[in-house]
T-cell receptor, first 112, second 118 residues
Framework: TQLLEQSPQFLSIQEGENLTVYCNSS?????LQWYRQEPGEGPVLLVT?????EVKKLKRLTFQFGDARKDSSLHITAAQPGDTGLYLC????????????FGQGTELSVKP | GAVVSQHPSWVICKSGTSVKIECRSL??????MFWYRQFPKQSLMLMAT?????????EQGVEKDKFLINHASLTLSTLTVTSAHPEDSSFYIC??????????????FGPGTRLLVL
């Protein structure tokens, strides 16, 4: 069974601080996707990384896929209250018809 | 981006009744849709993979007779919770895969359906 360990599970910081969320596995994934979810809504795709070592930036968010495609990180610079939400990483499973394995999620709270 | 809708957005039902939840891809066709369940403050748990024109593939521990899935067209999948009980109360979310042939396909999620069984 493939697992994706996401940490930390809870994070409460002040506006302006930086933070990093990690997703780690012993398995290799075909892709790694990051989603953000607000209470009572479905997850919204932030980014998909496919190539080992790939780095993508989305404004203040930086996503990295590990060289071996087993881990990924999300770094937020100068966090804002609007960044508050549940962040989920999800790994694409090879030859499983597009199935995703989700991490446990990181509940981020950014206080003004 | 691709839009996925769900209906209803929330439902309250009595124990023992059945509830049907619809998942639609609005601006694309999806041969594969997925159904997830999410408890408060937790991540998504995959329940089953819904394939158009064939039987759904259920994850281990998910009762297929309890959670009936029908993917009758390329834009609609339904999840029916049969003989619902309070422990079935949860947030149910569907997703649909989209992408051109030869490209990486991405899952886009619906807004979710909140089910409360009394």
């Amino acid at each position: 069974t493939q697992l994706l360990e996401q940490s930390p599970q809870f994070l409460s910081i002040q506006e302006g601080e930086n933070l990093t969320v990690y997703c780690n596995s012993s398995s290799v994934f075909s892709s790694l996707q990051w989603y953000r979810q607000e209470p009572g809504e479905g997850p919204v795709l932030l980014v998909t990384v496919v190539t080992g070592g790939e780095v993508k930036k989305l404004k203040r968010l930086t996503f990295q896929f590990g060289d071996a495609r087993k881990d990924s990180s999300l770094h937020i610079t100068a966090a804002q209250p609007g960044d508050t939400g549940l962040y989920l990483c999800a790994g694409g499973v090879y030859n499983q018809g597009g199935k995703l394995i989700f991490g446990q999620g990181t509940e981020l709270s950014v206080k003004p | 981006g691709a839009v996925v809708s769900q209906h209803p957005s929330w439902v309250i039902c009595k124990s023992g009744t059945s509830v049907k939840i619809e998942c639609r891809s609005l601006d694309f066709q999806a041969t594969t849709m997925f159904w997830y369940r999410q408890f408060p403050k937790q991540s998504l748990m995959l329940m089953a993979t819904s394939n158009e024109g064939s039987k759904a593939t259920y994850e281990q521990g998910v009762e297929k007779d309890k959670f009936l899935i029908n993917h009758a067209s390329l834009t609609l999948s339904t999840l029916t919770v049969t003989s619902a009980h309070p422990e079935d109360s949860s947030f149910y979310i569907c997703s649909a895969r989209v992408g051109l042939a030869g490209e990486l396909k991405t899952q886009y999620f619906g807004p979710g359906t909140r089910l409360l069984v009394l």
